[in-house]
């Protein structure tokens, strides 16, 4: 006897909750995940965001801590974080950077990033300018 190859389809079944990368094998877990969907508060827009970036970068440049900036912004410690450090590296982007005046550093740790305040003030001032806000 020959060995043949054979070929099954297989039907897959599962339940949507409108994500499109989402299946769920039960109804209940679909109608949990459409649930958790419309408790989840909507992204701010870009402004909202660029506002943030913004007022949390000039915050911890002028020595607050992450937990007490996200206390007033309403998040946690560790998203300003995340914010902040996403700021910094627009702000060193080198479009945004005066190539002749950057100051000598470790641009990666805040203690360095705090000795040389004004300059990257100023460039956080200059990205708000940018984007208006």
Not at 18 to 32: K, L, Y
Not at 54 to 82: C, H, M, N, P, W
Not at 109 to 125: A, D, M, P, V
């Amino acid at each position: 006897m020959k060995a043949s190859k054979r070929t099954k389809w297989i039907e897959i079944e599962y339940w949507d909750c409108g994500i499109d990368s989402h299946t769920h094998r039960t109804e209940a877990v679909a109608s949990a995940c459409i649930e958790k969907q419309e408790k989840r508060s909507p992204l701010p827009d870009k402004k909202t965001r660029y506002k943030r970036q913004v007022y949390a970068a000039r915050r911890v440049l002028e020595g607050d801590t992450f937990t007490k900036v996200g206390k007033d912004l309403g998040i946690s410690g560790g998203r300003v974080s995340q914010i902040f450090d996403k700021t910094m590296r627009m702000a060193r982007h080198p479009s945004r950077l005066d190539v002749d005046t950057i100051p000598e550093g470790n641009y990666w740790e805040l203690k360095h990033l705090r000795e040389n305040k004004e300059f990257w003030l100023r460039q956080i001032q200059k990205m708000a300018d940018l984007w208006g806000v």
